[in-house]
């Protein structure tokens, strides 16, 4: 029962142009969602971030929406950069657990063609 | 601060062996994790431990242990070694509150051949 789901296993764009990059949860005890940044050979690193009483956050180049009647939420890189080319896990948690148990999606591969 | 360290990185293991994969911060985080990721998969949480002592049960359990004597270390570890085990292993960890940004060690590579 797969409760985080990224459906694109793969995204490319061009440099400059905007990167989307789609997540879908179906649990509704999730209420604190982030994204997740992977390089190969490293471990993940923490992107951002978005609480369910917001719809947006945005933080420089990056900006996370958060659709709570669809259970959707989505990352927005503006400009994308060549520098961006990782894998991107999108996560969530129920935050009232005290636990900071995550459970992400399969992530999806962001290639950014200079 | 060095982070949170694993060793080793890279591990080649024969069916029914077994290992204790090491995880250190040093940060004085009191929540520690270990999760696992196979290829084209997410990270799924094995066990977790919210303080000293203290560990309990994530979603992939099963063919692992761990202990958390004191503050900085998290070991895990693999009785008997199954092909199923073949994964990337990575260790995290976080300050206080669930919202808090967990870090990640650099991750363990391990084959069970």
């Known amino acids: 029962d797969q409760q985080v789901k990224q459906n694109s296993p793969s995204l490319s764009v061009q440099e400059g142009r905007i990167s989307i990059l789609n997540c879908d949860y179906t649990?509704?005890?999730?209420?604190?969602f982030l994204w997740y940044k992977k390089y190969p050979a490293e471990g993940p690193t923490f992107l951002i971030s978005?609480?369910?009483?917001?719809d947006k956050n945005e933080d420089g180049r990056f900006t996370v929406f958060l659709n709570k009647s669809a259970k959707h939420l989505s990352l927005h890189i503006v400009p994308s950069q060549p520098g961006d080319s990782a894998v991107y896990f999108c996560a969530a948690m129920d935050g009232s657990s005290n636990t900071g148990k995550l459970i992400f999606g399969q992530g999806t591969t962001l290639q950014v063609k200079p | 601060n060095a982070g949170v360290t694993q060793t080793p990185k890279f591990r080649i293991l024969k069916i029914g062996q077994s290992m204790t994969l090491q995880c250190t911060q040093d940060m004085n985080h009191n929540y520690m994790y270990w999760y696992r990721q196979d290829p084209g998969m997410g990270l799924k949480l094995i066990y977790y431990s919210v303080g000293a002592g203290i560990t309990d049960k994530g979603e992939v359990p099963n063919g692992y242990n761990v202990s958390r004597s004191t503050t900085e270390d998290f070991p895990l570890r693999l009785e008997l070694a199954a092909p199923s085990q073949t994964s990337v292993y990575f260790c995290a960890s976080r300050y206080g509150p669930s919202t808090d940004t967990q870090y990640f060690g650099p991750g363990t590579r391990l084959t069970v051949l």
């Open positions: 978005i609480s369910s009483i917001k």
């Open positions: 649990n509704s005890m999730f209420d604190y």
